[in-house]
């Protein structure tokens, strides 16, 4: 069984900074890409970034500058750096990952962390 467990999130003051991590584990045969996606109260999810097997890396302008996405590929581990953090970057931050689990491609999803920007 493939899972993608995500920590890191919490209440933080404008002007702050966190750092979530999310590691897949299970019957991995290889992960083509990791990625972060967000989703405030009443909108739709929104791509945040994503780093692909060769370490490029994409991220949306609402975010650029301030976030930083890396990758362990020992550990199957993604983590968000994340730094002068406004109130509009609240939301729940989900981990996505694109797989190769027996020799299929899945489409892969944590189950989210609560991020809030507030003083």
């Known amino acids: 069984q493939v899972q993608l467990v995500e920590s890191g999130g919490g209440l933080v003051q404008p002007g702050g900074s966190l750092r979530l991590s999310c590691a897949a584990s299970?019957?991995?045969?290889?992960?083509?890409?990791m990625g972060w996606y967000r989703q405030a109260p009443g909108k739709q999810r929104e791509l945040v970034a994503t780093?692909?097997?060769?370490?490029?890396?994409y991220y949306a302008d609402s975010v650029k500058g301030r976030f930083t996405i890396s990758r362990d590929h020992a550990k199957n581990t993604v983590y968000l750096q994340m730094n002068s953090l406004k109130p509009e970057d609240t939301a729940v931050y989900y981990c996505?990952?694109?797989?190769?689990?027996?020799?299929?491609?899945?489409?892969?999803w944590g189950q989210g962390t609560q991020l809030t920007v507030s003083s």
């Open positions: 996505n990952a694109d797989m190769v689990v027996a020799g299929t491609r899945y489409d892969f």
């Open positions: 299970g019957s991995i045969f290889s992960i083509k890409a």
């Open positions: 780093i692909t097997s060769g370490d490029s890396t």
